[in-house]
């Protein structure tokens, strides 16, 4: 995929590794304390059933009216600085995964700003926060084995680029728009989060069981893929022959189903399966048009 290279006004930081002594909002041990507030593990690695994701972000509702005519105007506004020292040029421009990263990262905000522009909702941007190993978030920790998550108590999206090579080489996704869908999948995160469903989800997941909560986990993994989808459509001229196989591959290696090989029910699975992983990718692609990527309304 044929991506202009990065905006270097876009909110990126990079705390290295922090191993040792951290935690989010200045305390100690708030991984799990603040868990629930995560809004996505991409979907790797065994630490996804300690996480469970309780996935609090969702698209419920809301949907229509990212689409509907009229509105004055869109205000765009940006989250806090991160931390972390150099400028987004620098930041970027330090290794290719994280210019890869930056770069999926600029598309998308230029493309979800002018999907609100349209509607005159106002649009915040995310932050963008790169760390090696160990570091922290307005969640709690940051680790590695979390794989990449947006949080909502910082707008932010956390990645650690060696999963980019995960990717590659333990899941079999690899090419450029293998990662771009990893940007664009969390950035979907932070889109439902901005529409203001994610409390809707909030307060499903606080009162109903089990098996609810991971339904209602499932259909917010599968908003954000069709998103990620709507993303990649919106810049349709821009890819290249094969990224949309990259894609498919990458959404097929990350279902519930393929990672746990049958060893989980379905009623555990937090993320969907393989073929709806695809299905939701290739509707948001083949539409364009985030009205069609109501998850929490359709049959799955």
């Not at 959404?251 to 399966?273: C, E, M, Q, W, Y």
């Amino acid at each position: 995929m044929r991506l202009d290279d990065f905006d270097p006004d876009i909110n990126v930081g990079d705390q290295g590794d922090r191993s040792g002594g951290f935690g989010g909002g200045g305390g100690g041990g708030l991984l799990f304390g603040l868990l629930p507030l995560i809004g996505s593990r991409f979907g790797c690695g065994g630490i996804v059933v300690v996480l469970i994701l309780l996935a609090v972000f969702g698209g419920l509702g809301n949907i229509g009216s990212m689409i509907g005519g009229g509105g004055s105007g869109t205000q765009v506004t940006r989250s806090a600085p991160q931390s972390g020292e150099g400028s987004a040029t620098q930041i970027c421009s330090s290794d290719p995964a994280k210019r890869a990263a930056c770069n999926a990262f600029s598309s998308a905000e230029n493309t979800w700003e002018a999907i609100f522009a349209k509607s005159g909702q106002q649009f915040k941007a995310p932050g963008l926060q790169f760390f090696s190993r160990n570091g922290r978030s307005g969640c709690g920790a940051a680790q590695s084995a979390m794989g990449p998550f947006y949080c909502p108590t910082d707008d932010t999206i956390y990645l650690d680029t060696s999963f980019f090579d995960e990717l590659a080489n333990r899941f079999g996704a690899k090419g450029d728009f293998a990662q771009y869908y990893v940007i664009a999948h969390e950035f979907g995160h932070h889109i439902q989060n901005l529409l203001g469903t994610s409390e809707q989800v909030q307060r499903v997941q606080r009162s109903a069981g089990e098996a609810e909560g991971n339904a209602a986990s499932v259909r917010l993994e599968l908003q954000a893929d069709c998103y990620a989808g709507v993303w990649a459509a919106q810049n349709r001229d821009r890819l290249d022959p094969g990224d949309i196989e990259e894609g498919m591959t990458a959404a097929s290696a990350i279902g519930d189903d393929t990672l746990t090989k049958g060893r989980v029910s379905p009623d555990n699975f937090t993320h969907g399966t393989s073929a709806q992983r695809m299905e939701w990718l290739r509707r948001g692609l083949q539409t364009g048009d985030p009205a069609q990527c109501d998850t929490f309304r359709s049959t799955l």
